[in-house]
């Protein structure tokens, strides 16, 4: 049975930082590329960032570039998020999800498996 597991969300202020993991258990973890969304209340879920397989290529959402950092520990079967200069309107429900393929895609369709979520809430 595949799990992914999200941790680290929380309350945060603008400009704080917070740092998400999601734990996979149940796949071959180093096969599959990952990938961080959100979905904000009312909207639909969005793409925020990717990783390959082997971590040599992400890929970011513009809305994120030079906040976020993702990446992975291949040993431990764990992507991280570090999200760094919150605003306000990264409040969202953040899932990581799981795909088969090498190298990152957007679209969520194309994703296999998906963890239950973290709420993020940044405050002004």
């Known amino acids: 049975q595949v799990q992914l597991v999200e941790s680290g969300g929380g309350l945060v202020q603008a400009g704080g930082s917070l740092r998400l993991s999601c734990a996979a258990s149940g796949l071959s973890f180093r096969g599959y590329a990952m990938g961080w969304f959100r979905q904000a209340a009312g909207k639909e879920r969005e793409f925020v960032v990717g990783i390959s397989q082997s971590g040599g290529s992400t890929y970011y959402a513009d809305s994120v570039k030079g906040r976020f950092t993702i990446s992975r520990d291949n040993a431990k079967n764990t992507v991280y998020l570090q999200m760094n200069s919150l605003k306000p309107e990264d409040t969202a429900v953040y899932y990581c999800?799981?795909?088969?393929?090498?190298?990152?895609?957007?679209?969520?369709?194309?994703?296999?498996?998906w963890g239950q979520g973290t709420q993020v809430t940044v405050s002004s």
């Open positions: 999800a799981a795909d088969r393929r090498i190298n990152v895609v957007t679209d969520e369709g194309s994703y296999d498996f």
